[in-house]
């Protein structure tokens, strides 16, 4: 990941942490086909994040929510429609009560 270019998708202040951050979540969706969370942004709203490995890359997602992070966990089912309508389309694997 030294190698990836997150200065040119990321601005410019962005902490580095928060790049680290992002590094982490790469590894994650690298080392297991995916990853997703939910994380707060602001007292009031929260981000929803997926990232999907395929043979030639990775689909990086998100989506940024006027309501804060919910106290229990959350599974990839509960993320923002809009979203899932997407993850369905390219990995139906990970959403399998949705096949129809």
């Not at 997703?36 to 929510?65: C, H, T, W, Y």
Request: charged share 30%; hydrophobic share 40%; with cysteine.
């Amino acid at each position: 990941l030294v190698a990836k270019r997150y200065h040119l998708v990321n601005p410019q202040d962005t902490p580095e942490h928060v790049i680290e951050q992002y590094k982490d979540e790469d590894l994650a969706a690298m080392r297991d086909g995916c990853f997703f969370a939910r994380n707060p942004l602001e007292q009031s709203q929260s981000i929803e994040v997926v990232k999907l490995r395929f043979d030639q890359g990775m689909l990086g997602l998100f989506k940024i929510l006027d309501t804060g992070p919910a106290d229990t966990p959350v599974g990839l089912k509960d993320f923002d429609r809009a979203i899932l309508a997407i993850v369905h389309q390219v990995r139906p694997d990970l959403l399998p009560e949705s096949r129809g």
